[in-house]
């Protein structure tokens, strides 16, 4: 079954809709205020396949996560405030400012 996703938005591998703007550069606050004005969020990555299958997808971009690091140090997903459980990709993201991250 092909999950039908809005127009802009594309189906990466079944693990939902993705808007991708690769065309573009954004700062970490425009690409948040960005997904907020849509009501979505910043790339949220939840397991190995679904990290591999958005990687193939973007290759050669830098994507922002939308993940930060608290006080303590701890990477916590924006849209929940829960800690991020998958961390395969931790070695990957690059630290603009020491709280914020992206994948290339």
């Not at 808007?19 to 849509?38: G, I, P, T």
Request: aromatic share 16%; glycine share 8%; with cysteine.
């Amino acid at each position: 079954e092909n999950l039908a996703c809005d127009p802009g938005y594309e189906n990466i591998g079944q693990f939902g809709c993705y808007r991708l703007r690769l065309d573009q550069k954004y700062s970490f606050e425009e690409a948040l205020h960005a997904c907020q004005v849509e009501e979505s969020d910043l790339l949220e990555i939840r397991n190995r396949r679904e990290y591999g299958e958005v990687l193939k997808r973007i290759r050669g971009f830098n994507v922002w996560m939308g993940i930060k690091r608290d006080f303590m140090g701890i990477w916590r997903w924006i849209s929940s405030s829960e800690e991020t459980v998958f961390t395969n990709w931790y070695r990957f993201p690059r630290r603009a400012d020491g709280s914020c991250a992206y994948i290339d």
